[in-house]
């Protein structure tokens, strides 16, 4: 992206960051695809953060599995492969990977955790969660040269998988309810930086700020 949603050079001259009115470039014919990864991401994390939170009955959390299938897995795989065009690493990197987290956790949670003993149910799921925390962090690094907005979405998600790993590992509730809380403003975040992008794109001017960071 000259910078997209989420951020790495689509040329050398241009830096302007994601989520804002972007100028011409030798693949200005493909979108940014930033805005869909970042909705996609949001959407599923949202009403999974629901179901941890407390906030919705976990009997309805396979209502996740489509979502993670479809929209916040296949559809932000292609939005990372669209930022490879883009030559936009970070971008790449990040949707890409956080769309194969989504198709992993649903065929974790269809297929693998029904047959694991009950007595390791708890170790899975938290090394799971631990190995994307770890992806993660390094990742948050990463993005405080992106933008305001996207080092946000990535700081709370790290705070998110954080507790989550915390959860898992000692099975406290109340820790997990918390991750789900922090999931659900991850989310509201990524909403966010993703709005932002599509109307500053389709009104072609700033209109909502994503604070850039990278230098110029």
Same mark, same amino acid.
């Given at each position: +992206?000259?910078?997209?949603?989420?951020?790495?050079?689509?040329?050398?001259?241009?830096?302007?960051?994601?989520?804002?009115?972007?100028?011409?470039?030798?693949?200005?014919?493909?979108?940014?695809?930033?805005?869909?990864?970042?909705?996609?991401?949001? +959407?599923?994390?949202?009403?999974?953060?629901?179901?941890?939170?407390?906030?919705?009955?976990?009997?309805?959390?396979?209502?996740?599995?489509?979502?993670?299938?479809?929209?916040?897995?296949?559809?932000?795989?292609?939005?990372?492969?669209?930022?490879?065009?883009?030559?936009?690493?970070?971008?790449?990197?990040?949707?890409?990977?956080?769309?194969?987290?989504?198709?992993?956790?649903?065929?974790?949670?269809?297929?693998?955790?029904?047959?694991?003993?009950?007595?390791?149910?708890?170790?899975?799921?938290?090394?799971?969660?631990?190995?994307?925390?770890?992806?993660?962090?390094? +990742? !948050?690094?990463?993005?405080?040269?992106?933008?305001?907005?996207?080092?946000?979405?990535?700081?709370?998600?790290?705070?998110?998988?954080?507790?989550?790993?915390?959860?898992?590992?000692?099975?406290?509730?109340?820790?997990?309810?918390?991750?789900?809380?922090?999931?659900?403003? !991850?989310?509201?975040?990524?909403?966010?930086?993703?709005?932002?992008?599509?109307?500053?794109?389709?009104?072609?001017?700033?209109?909502?700020?994503?604070?850039? !960071?990278?230098?110029?």
């Amino acid at each position: +992206m000259t910078r997209s949603a989420s951020g790495g050079p689509a040329s050398e001259d241009t830096a302007s960051e994601p989520l804002e009115v972007r100028p011409p470039s030798s693949v200005d014919h493909i979108a940014d695809p930033g805005p869909l990864g970042l909705a996609a991401f949001a +959407m599923t994390t949202f009403v999974l953060s629901c179901v941890n939170a407390g906030l919705a009955p976990k009997s309805v959390e396979p209502v996740v599995l489509p979502l993670a299938l479809f929209y916040g897995g296949l559809a932000q795989l292609l939005a990372g492969m669209w930022e490879f065009r883009k030559a936009n690493t970070f971008g790449a990197l990040a949707f890409s990977s956080y769309g194969a987290f989504w198709l992993s956790f649903a065929a974790y949670v269809k297929f693998i955790a029904p047959g694991l003993p009950a007595a390791d149910a708890a170790s899975a799921t938290g090394l799971f969660l631990l190995a994307w925390t770890i992806f993660t962090a390094y +990742m !948050t690094v990463a993005s405080v040269r992106v933008s305001g907005a996207v080092a946000a979405v990535l700081i709370a998600l790290l705070a998110t998988f954080v507790l989550l790993t915390i959860g898992a590992y000692s099975g406290a509730a109340g820790i997990s309810r918390l991750g789900g809380y922090l999931g659900i403003l !991850t989310a509201v975040l990524a909403w966010y930086a993703s709005f932002a992008g599509v109307i500053n794109a389709t009104f072609k001017k700033p209109v909502l700020p994503v604070f850039p !960071t990278a230098a110029r």
